[in-house]
């Protein structure tokens, strides 16, 4: 299989995968090869899964296979931050494009793919527990991830948040989209112009150790992650009871979005909040746990306050903008 330049069996994938992604752990009793992993029992799980598709989420245009395995099991480790725990976990759905559909991948390039999806899985010592295998169209990963809370049992949720208590974000904002519509623009030539951005676009870091600390600190009420921008995950990280009063300067702006957004005549700000897989972590603190904050994730940035009227305000003004929504109609 190893000189092939193409998988042209189930087996082909199988094999290349057990040589990626180890078959034993300490948490797997059966591992990959059976009708079901066995996994060692835990008190509780956060369970989550991530579609991640062709053209939808990446392009293969400038996505590198590695990208591609990257992210698409990152945005789900994002998902166990949010929730202030630590992943222990996961298994893969592959859709694989068939040899006519134009997304065809070489073995080498599966191999790149897995490589890079391994890296960031021995990372966080996750186990591939197993998955599934189908031919179809176009290039898609579907992700099902699990965790476990850290040392405080405390699980982080969104809507947990009261009037008076701090808003907060770990993380860039803005950052990825700039490098979407410069990658959509410019093709991977927008790497020279535009590094940070198109880098945070394509291999996003999960904040796993950001999230496990949030949940160490009792003041914080709950936490999110950033996937579809603030404009549109601050609602529903604050409840239909709450409004918030945003106050985020332009210093607080990453430099590739004052750069992208100055060359195309666009407000940094709203570009900022519009954002889009972020995979920044969103929090709400009480003011009494900004100290414990500041000590423990010092590079948190204060972005404002929940009110108990339903408005949002961003620097006093009304705020009206929408983030990202698969079904909605885009410009
Ligand atoms: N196809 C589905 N079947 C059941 N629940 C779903 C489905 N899609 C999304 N959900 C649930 O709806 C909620 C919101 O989903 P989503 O916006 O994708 O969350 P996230 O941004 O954290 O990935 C989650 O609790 C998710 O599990
Ligand atoms: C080709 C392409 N078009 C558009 C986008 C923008 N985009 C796709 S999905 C998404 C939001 C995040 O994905 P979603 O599936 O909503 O993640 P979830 O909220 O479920 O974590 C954004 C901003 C993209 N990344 N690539
Ligand atoms: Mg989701």
């Known amino acids: 299989m190893a000189h092939c330049t193409t998988l042209s069996s189930e087996n082909d994938f199988l094999q290349l995968i057990h040589k990626h992604f180890p078959n034993s752990h300490e948490r797997m009793l059966i591992g990959r090869g059976d009708d079901c992993a066995q996994l060692r029992g835990q008190d509780s799980i956060v369970m989550t899964t991530d579609i991640f598709l062709e053209n939808v989420h990446f392009r293969r245009s400038y996505f590198s296979p590695a990208d591609i395995g990257h992210k698409a099991l990152a945005v789900n480790i994002s998902d166990i931050a949010g929730m202030g725990c630590r992943p222990t976990g996961f298994s893969l759905g592959l859709i694989v494009p068939d040899e006519h559909s134009g997304s065809f991948m070489q073995a080498a390039e599966w191999d790149e793919f897995f490589q890079a999806m391994s890296a960031l899985a021995a990372e966080h010592n996750l186990p591939l527990t197993g998955g599934d295998l189908s031919l179809g169209p176009c290039l898609g990963i ?5 965790g476990e809370p850290g040392e405080s049992g405390r699980v982080l949720t969104r809507q947990s948040c009261s009037p008076g208590d701090v808003l907060f974000v770990c993380g860039d904002l803005g950052l990825p989209r700039a490098g979407l519509l410069a990658l ?51 609602p529903r990280f604050i409840g239909p009871a709450c409004g918030a009063d945003l106050n985020i300067s332009a210093g607080e702006i990453p430099k590739d979005v004052r750069t992208y957004t100055q060359d195309n005549g666009l407000n940094p700000l709203h570009f900022t909040l519009l954002g889009g897989e972020d995979y920044a972590l969103l929090g709400a603190a009480s003011p009494d746990a900004l100290d414990a904050l500041k000590t423990h994730l010092p590079h948190h940035t204060v972005i404002g306050t929940v009110t108990a009227t339903t408005a949002l305000s961003l620097n006093g003004e009304p705020l009206d903008l929408t983030g990202f929504d698969h079904f909605a109609t885009h410009e």
């Open 142 to 146: 579907s992700i099902t991830i699990w």
């Open 184 to 234: 959509e623009e410019l093709g991977p030539e927008a790497r020279k112009l535009y590094p940070g951005a198109v880098n945070a676009h394509l291999r996003p870091l999960p904040r796993i150790a950001d999230g496990l600390q949030l949940a160490e600190i009792p003041g914080v009420h709950g936490a999110m992650d950033i996937s579809d921008g603030l404009a549109r995950d601050l």
